[in-house]
């Protein structure tokens, strides 16, 4: 008998050869070059991103040093040029000088250390300014542009001891002290004689708005006939268009006392003065003392006499 039952086989239940060994599954590494090619490629972008994180951490790191020594570095400073030109513009008659001394600037003033809101504040203090823009023109000028008040009456005033002195009343009603206007622009304008208020008063002038309408109109259209008025009163006009019998009276060397209706047309109202003049010139040109435009027919003209009167309406 060749060998015993136990031992047939010659082979052992355990060991690596045991059944359990031989019924798991092997996995056995590829070794084709195509799996080597594959298996480089994915290491290649394993790598890569790696390499990629690393220089987004480094540039977070190196950007945040760099923002800090930057505003370590950084100091915030006014601009320190000095004021080099002051660029002035008036649609008046203020002179460069003026200026200058209302202003006030040190020399070596910077453009940063000027107050433009406290200087405009300063400049339209002034009565003879209506508006005032004041600003910086980096890197070194100072540009100031004005608006005066049109001038269209004088104001007298006379002190306790007889000196005589007079302000300007502009289009607007505005009271103020007038400089730089030439002497032949002042004596252009007439004096007014205001309104005087319940309380002994006369500021504010109000409606000198239609006033000044008047003014231009005579002055522009007939220039003649301007030239020859010296006084405006206001003694019989408050400025309320709504009350009646406003009227304007004007003090010329050629008749004592003009009046024109308040708001009306006043073109219409100065053609009938004309008309009034060239008539009676043309029949002696006899002395008159009223001439009153204001009613709502014809005008009423006052004569020195009784004769010039007659001769006058029988010229009518």
Do not use: C
């Amino acid at each position: 008998m060749i060998g015993s039952g136990r031992d047939k086989g010659g082979s052992s239940a355990k060991g690596p050869q045991s059944w359990q060994n031989l019924t798991k599954p092997t996995k056995k590494r590829v070794n084709s070059p195509q799996a080597k090619k594959r298996r480089r490629q994915h290491q290649i972008k394993i790598a890569g991103a790696v390499l990629v994180g690393l220089a987004f951490v480094l540039f977070g790191v190196w950007g945040v040093a760099a923002l800090r020594e930057q505003e370590a570095s950084i100091e915030i400073k006014s601009p320190s040029e000095k004021i080099e030109r002051i660029i002035f513009n008036t649609n008046g008659v203020l002179p460069d000088d003026w200026i200058g001394r209302v202003l006030g600037l040190k020399s070596g003033t910077t453009m940063m250390e000027v107050d433009i809101y406290g200087l405009k504040a300063k400049i339209e203090s002034y009565g003879q300014v209506k508006r005032v823009s004041v600003e910086r023109v980096f890197p070194s000028d100072l540009q100031i542009n004005i608006e005066e008040h049109i001038p269209v009456m004088r104001l007298a005033f006379e002190s306790k001891d007889g000196t005589r002195s007079f302000k300007i009343v502009g289009a607007d009603g505005s009271i103020y002290q007038g400089e730089g206007y030439p002497k032949s622009v002042l004596r252009e304008l007439p004096f007014v004689m205001p309104y005087v208020l319940p309380d002994g008063s006369f500021e504010p002038m109000r409606g000198i708005e239609e006033v000044s309408k008047l003014i231009e109109l005579a002055k522009f259209t007939q220039p003649k006939v301007y030239r020859m008025w010296d006084v405006i009163s206001l003694q019989n006009y408050s400025g309320d268009l709504e009350l009646p019998g406003q009227v304007i009276e004007v003090r010329s060397k050629l008749v004592p006392r003009i009046l024109f209706a308040a708001a009306a047309d006043y073109e219409r109202q100065l053609e009938r003065l004309v008309y009034i003049f060239k008539h009676v010139e043309a029949h002696g040109n006899p002395s008159m003392e009223v001439i009153d435009l204001s009613l709502n027919g014809p005008a009423a003209v006052q004569f020195s006499s009784e004769t010039a009167l007659e001769l006058f309406n029988n010229a009518f």
